[in-house]
């Protein structure tokens, strides 16, 4: 298992929210409502990526649709974590690692 899957090398409040996610699926989609610059509101889809949330203009069912075909390794979500995370934060991410881990996400 990865290290960044062990609970025990974090706190307890950690560890409980780590358990707590285990009862949740891995990747999640969810539609909210927003408002947008002119004030109205509209349906945004949000992708829950193991806790880390983004914002997507794809529709509810296109997500779900890829979600389909995407099995990942306890590595590529890491990756895909932190692509969600540097996304989120408008930065850039550069990948490397190994073959076959996932980095063409």
Same mark, same amino acid.
């Given at each position: 298992?990865?290290?960044?899957?062990?609970? !025990? %090398?974090? #706190?307890?409040?950690?560890?409980?929210?780590?358990?707590?996610?285990?009862? $949740?699926?891995?990747?999640?989609?969810?539609?909210?409502?927003?408002? #947008?610059? !002119?004030?109205? %509101?509209?349906?945004?889809?949000?992708?829950?990526?193991?806790?880390?949330?983004?914002?997507? $203009?794809?529709?509810?069912?296109?997500? $779900?649709?890829?979600?389909? !075909? =995407?099995?990942?390794?306890?590595?590529?979500?890491?990756? $895909?974590?932190?692509?969600?995370?540097?996304?989120?934060?408008?930065?850039?991410? =550069?990948?490397?690692?190994?073959?076959?881990?996932?980095?063409?996400?």
């Amino acid at each position: 298992m990865s290290e960044f899957f062990k609970p !025990e %090398k974090y #706190n307890q409040e950690f560890q409980a929210s780590v358990e707590a996610r285990k009862k $949740l699926p891995i990747i999640d989609v969810e539609v909210i409502k927003k408002k #947008n610059d !002119e004030g109205d %509101k509209e349906e945004v889809s949000v992708i829950d990526i193991a806790g880390v949330k983004v914002e997507s $203009l794809a529709s509810k069912e296109d997500i $779900l649709e890829t979600l389909k !075909e =995407i099995h990942p390794t306890v590595e590529s979500l890491e990756l $895909l974590q932190s692509m969600a995370e540097t996304f989120s934060q408008r930065r850039g991410l =550069i990948v490397e690692g190994e073959t076959s881990r996932g980095k063409t996400y």
